[in-house]
């Protein structure tokens, strides 16, 4: 039993370590960053506008969503809180150019991310180039550094590739996902 006891307080001083040591590496680490990924969707344009400035829609496609609330406008934008799971955020429309470019500004309710994601909509034959880039911050240390250090457990595009793979869904396509580049800022 002694040697259970033992075992249990090293794995438990190995934890504290492991994030001291995040915590510190995350803390020299900028919190802003900027990840873009792209799609390609054999429907129009206007289709898929259709489909991503219906933001009261987002729930019927995106199951991580599981319901909206439409909020009072700031500045003449719409705004929305979005409910995932445990996370609530507020989103607002800052830019609506149709079919070619929404833009959503993120304030995560819990203050862990904030950002902005824009998504920019280009035809390619028949079809369309959903580019979705993300301008965000992380603003706890242990996030950041995980997301630098641990990229394969804190994949910086999780996000984003699961948002555009709902959304191939939606039209019952299949996503073939292109992830740019991972860069801090700052």
Request: glycine share 8%; aromatic share 8%; proline share 4%.
């Amino acid at each position: 039993m002694a040697w259970f006891l033992g075992f249990g307080v090293s794995l438990v001083a190995l934890l504290v370590i492991a994030f001291a040591t995040l915590n510190a590496l995350g803390k020299k680490l900028p919190e802003a960053h900027e990840i873009e990924a792209k799609l390609r969707l054999e429907k129009s344009p206007r289709e898929v506008w259709d489909v991503l400035s219906n933001t009261a829609g987002v729930p019927s496609w995106d199951k991580g969503v599981d319901r909206v609330e439409r909020l009072a406008d700031k500045d003449g934008h719409e705004v929305w809180r979005w409910f995932m799971g445990r996370n609530r955020m507020i989103l607002e429309i800052t830019e609506a150019v149709p079919e070619k470019r929404l833009v959503r500004t993120i304030a995560d309710e819990a203050k862990i991310f904030s950002g902005v994601w824009t998504f920019d909509l280009a035809t390619e034959g028949k079809g369309t180039i959903v580019t979705l880039t993300e301008h965000g911050s992380v603003h706890p240390a242990i996030p950041r550094a995980m997301l630098h250090y641990l990229p394969r457990i804190a994949d910086p595009a999780m996000y984003l590739k699961r948002h555009l793979s709902r959304l191939a869904g939606k039209f019952g396509e299949v996503a073939e996902i292109e992830v740019g580049q991972y860069r801090e800022i700052g």
